[in-house]
């Protein structure tokens, strides 16, 4: 798959760098993770996805990480609920007017 410096990438047809080689690489792994992700049905983004990973390269564990998700999640949707319940007095009425 590596091919001589200078030469075109057979996909982007731009040349080729060890660094341009690396970001595709790091690309198409990031394919692959979300792939899984999604076959996984954890509803990450691709770009929490990479930022989790990026997270990770950088030596933050794992589990802390997949634990700080899931209590975010269990924040947010307890905020929603909260908001369903108790909607803010600013919240404008269905006729457009504000109470």
Do not use: H, Y
């Amino acid at each position: 798959r590596r091919t001589e410096p200078g030469a075109p990438n057979q996909r982007t047809k731009a040349p080729w760098t060890p660094m341009a080689e690396e970001a595709e690489d790091r690309r198409e792994a990031l394919d692959i993770f979300f792939e899984i992700s999604s076959i996984l049905k954890t509803g990450l983004s691709k770009e929490s996805l990479n930022a989790l990973v990026g997270l990770c390269e950088l030596g933050v564990n794992p589990e802390a990480l997949a634990e700080a998700v899931r209590d975010l999640r269990a924040q947010k949707e307890a905020a929603a609920l909260e908001e369903r319940r108790a909607p803010s007095a600013a919240t404008p009425s269905r006729t457009g007017r504000e109470r």
